[in-house]
């Protein structure tokens, strides 16, 4: 993976963490708040339950006081109805009405009612009505509310009147509930964002602020002795105001986080991965002979230095292939020039003297020029092979790599016997032309320096390399020269090989990722391992390769 890619994926997984934690912490905070939301509005309905709880139980213990008096049992009579009024005007209530144990009403007194409305009320039966029944069934009882004639709400308190015989008659009284405590606990408790609603099994007591949202949070809790529910109610408004900055500061830490990174990532790219990717480039420029590419390197004082000490050695490399290409030429050509000058006053001399020992020393003074004039197309040829990078050789099959070889040296040394022993069909090699070359030193060296030699070529190929042996019958390779196809080594003056052959097969073996292994005993075998190829030319069939002598 490259170290660019490397950094985005980095950078990216830094980004969904904080991301990722930033709305986790935002989710626990809105929980938190919601929490925080029911139990205060838990409190408050818990809160306007005790207290209407208390007020009713007030009230239920003023109406039960209230009807201990004497008066309240004489029915129809005058003492009676002063009580009622009294107790009305004394009291929170806002009516007062004594119902006989047969359930005809013998009294009553209601404010903003006509003296003739409370007599036609007289001796009317009420024994059906619930807060008489529960009365006169000896217990005190409040009534759900209902809408009185007068067009208000009101709650009815009821508790039995004792005589001698047990239960006589009912006291009753009303309040209205849009006056007095109840409604004043509905109103103290409310805001503009929370409501205060108190129901019955059936229908509302009283409510107060906002209670119609439909995504509000609600609290409820009960009034124990008359089972109805005092409901808190929060509205979604009221919650979201609460969370807007904290969404805002979320939002912009985010954002912050974020704009961090990037930041962050920009100055680590341009400190650190661009330098990478621009000296990398430069690396590769030089691999490829690109010599006096130089790189721009941004940043810390290293990196300064680091691009003084890659343009220097840009530039070292390309003056000295400059200087080794001019030299090689003028080398070349100037020996090919002497030794053409040389060849021929050796052949003019042989011809022109009767005398064996000079003519001899004439022929070996030309075959000591014409080996000089070998050894510069050599050089020539070693210059061209390693010219260009090995791609551009291609991929070719073993047999026909091998059969070239063959071909090309039997022709030239058809005193020896070269031949292939064995080598796969439609397996192809990483640069076949390079190894043409190689193999060609190999066999050639060993047919030079053999007599009659008998050189094998055997090749054997796995998933992954191609393994060709070069083996002949000769005296063996010496050291110095095994060195040089096996080592990282340098030529001394009193250590060096007999010429450029080795040196190119070190080369190109090298240029192909491929190793040479060395065995001397009875002759020589040297074993190239190269990579394989990904496949034939398209249209390019397999050679049948044959035994050459």
């Known amino acids: 993976m490259r170290l660019r ?14 991301s990722a934690t930033s709305l986790v912490g935002f989710s626990l905070y ?22 209407l709880e208390a007020v009713l139980d007030e009230r239920r213990d003023v109406v039960r006081l209230w009807s201990q008096q004497q008066p309240l049992g ?4 005058t003492a009676q109805k002063q009580s009622l009024k009294t107790f009305v005007r004394q009291t929170s209530f806002s009516g007062a009405s004594v119902v006989r144990a047969n359930g005809t009403m013998t009294g009553i007194y209601s404010e903003g009612v006509s003296a003739a409305a409370e007599r036609d009320l007289m001796g009317q039966q009420f024994g059906d009505r619930r807060y008489v029944r529960e009365a006169l069934a000896g217990r005190t009882y409040v009534s759900d509310p209902v809408e009185a004639e007068s067009g208000n709400r009101i709650v009815t308190i009821s508790t039995p009147i004792y005589g001698g015989e047990g239960v006589v008659a009912t006291f009753n009284a009303a309040f209205h509930l849009d006056e007095g405590d109840i409604g004043y606990l509905a109103r103290a408790s409310a805001t503009e964002t929370r409501g205060i609603r108190i129901l019955t099994d059936e229908s509302p007591v009283h409510e107060a602020g906002p209670t119609n949202a439909s995504d509000s949070l609600v609290a409820n809790a009960s009034v124990g002795s008359t089972g109805w529910t005092v409901s808190a109610v929060q509205t979604r408004a009221a919650l979201d105001s609460r969370l807007w900055p904290v969404t805002l500061m979320q939002v912009g830490a985010f954002v912050f986080v974020l704009g961090s990174l990037v930041v962050f990532g920009g100055w680590l790219y341009r400190e650190y991965v661009g330098n990478f990717e621009r000296l990398n480039d430069g690396f590769g420029s030089l691999v490829d002979g690109q010599y006096g590419r130089t790189v721009s390197l941004s940043g810390a004082t290293e990196w300064t230095e680091l691009e003084d000490g890659f343009n220097e050695l840009s530039e070292t490399l390309a003056r000295r292939r400059t200087e080794v290409t001019v030299l090689n030429r003028v080398l070349r050509h100037n020996l090919r020039n002497a030794m053409t000058v040389v060849v021929g006053n050796a052949d003019r001399i042989a011809t022109r003297t009767d005398d064996e020992t000079v003519s001899e020393d004439a022929r070996r003074i030309r075959k000591r020029g014409e080996s000089l004039l070998e050894l510069a197309d050599h050089a020539r040829s070693v210059e061209s092979s390693l010219d260009g990078p090995p791609e551009a050789a291609g991929d070719r099959p073993v047999d026909a790599v091998l059969a070239e070889v063959v071909s090309g040296l039997s022709e030239e040394f058809s005193a020896a016997a070269i031949r292939v022993q064995s080598a796969p069909e439609g397996v192809s090699v990483r640069g076949g032309d390079l190894l043409v070359v190689a193999l060609d ?3 050639r060296n060993a047919v030079v320096h053999g007599e009659d030699p008998t050189v094998t070529l055997v090749a054997s190929a796995d998933d992954e390399c191609i393994r060709i042996a070069v083996g002949d019958d000769g005296p063996g390779l010496p050291a110095v020269e095994r060195r040089v196809l096996t080592e990282p080594f340098v030529e001394t003056p009193t250590e060096h090989g007999r010429g450029l052959g080795l040196w190119l097969v070190n080369w190109l073996v090298d240029r192909l990722d491929g190793d040479i292994d060395v065995t001397v005993d009875d002759g020589t075998s040297v074993v190239v391992t190269v990579p394989r190829g990904e496949g034939l030319p398209a249209g390019e069939a397999p050679s049948t390769t044959t035994d050459e002598n």
Not at 74 to 77: A, K, L, Q, R, V
């Open 5 to 18: 890619t490397r950094l985005a994926a980095a950078l990216l997984v830094a980004a969904v963490v904080l």
């Open 30 to 51: 809105r929980d938190a708040v919601a929490d925080q939301e029911r139990a205060d509005l838990s409190r408050t309905s818990e809160s306007v339950a005790t207290q």
């Open 74 to 77: 004489n029915h129809g009579s």
């Open 441 to 443: 030193e190999l066999v």
